[in-house]
């Protein structure tokens, strides 16, 4: 049967497109066996020092030590960590800046604000979980209460007169403070600070007399005698604190949790974000020197899902914390103009 011309046109435009598809990924496939060739920027939304930087720089020698190029960490604070995550957005997504962003950027910041400087859901990349954070509610020793129940009688009856150090409209204290000020009626006095770390020192020092902050190093301050633990986010006790009740135990009906992932530009080959994910549970996870400097000492539980699952699950487990979020946040009533 003799072709038409329109015939002729229509299937040597189709082969175009599959010839072009098909030079897609093979020079995918490419660009991912020679990347990288060249040290590769990671921008941390955290401050140096705090617990979302130790996790991050673990995983910059863990990747330099699997693939031969430096991983340079850059901490770029500020806003509720969105000047990280919108120059991660805003980067070449050549696989040469990857970024380090903990949940309350991710998911709980589109929750409380009207403006994003960015979307979180389109403009970066999800590469991999790298664990979540077991946190205490720390208090400075004259605090007058052993434990979460015991402070929430004495703020019952002294309302803002016990001050709570928060870093930040998204952050996990902000959320507390809300959730028991609407729900229970319970003031706490907040107190802000440019970032975890801070606010954590100003507890040790007695500026301030709560923080939310890393199991592992608020441990360190109890050992000194500098701090106290009256709960703990965990689902149970934990073993190296056996005698601080949970969040649950504590009459606190919902418990934020900490987590840091990793993250890309929204384009990045996803060859390149399947070997970051695939290399991160043997050279981080799996190096027994770094995992315990970098999240065990810090308190990080890396060892279940989500930590380094595949990106797909990575994404679906984002969805799930993005809904979770936006119904604390409207109990909270927590909004940011």
Known sequence: MKMSMREWIAGRCLLAVALLGMQSLVMSSA?????????????VSSAPGGPGDLVARGFAQA??????????????????????????ARATPDGYTLCSLDGFVVVT?????????????????????????????????SVPAKNFAELIDYAKGNPNKITWASYGASSSAMLYMGWLSNVRDVHFFNVPYKSAAPAFQAVVAG???????????TLQQIKAGKMKALAINT?????AMPDVPTMAESGLDVAVV???????????????????????????????????????ATGIVWNHAPAG?????????????RKMYLDLVRIAKIKVE
């Open 31 to 43: 660009m991912a066996q020679a990347w990288p060739n060249k040290a590769v920027r990671l921008i």
């Open 63 to 88: 990747m330099s030590n699997a693939l031969g190029q430096a991983f340079v960490v850059e901490n770029r604070v500020g806003a509720d960590g969105l000047i990280a995550g919108e120059a991660c």
């Open 109 to 141: 910041n589109p929750a409380v604000r009207a403006k994003m400087p960015f979307d979180t859901a389109k403009d970066i990349d999800p590469v991999v979980h790298l664990g979540m954070l077991a946190a205490t509610i720390g208090a400075h020793p």
């Open 207 to 217: 500026e301030s007399q709560l923080v939310v902050y890393s199991m592992g190093l």
């Open 235 to 239: 689902p149970s006790r934990h073993p």
């Open 258 to 296: 900490t987590w840091f992932g990793v993250f890309a530009p929204a384009g990045t080959p996803k060859d390149i974000i399947r070997r970051v994910n695939s290399e991160t549970p043997k050279a981080y996870f799996g190096d027994v020197a770094l995992r315990e400097k970098f999240l065990t």
């Open 309 to 321: 699952v595949p990106p797909e699950q990575f994404s679906e487990f984002l969805a799930k914390e």
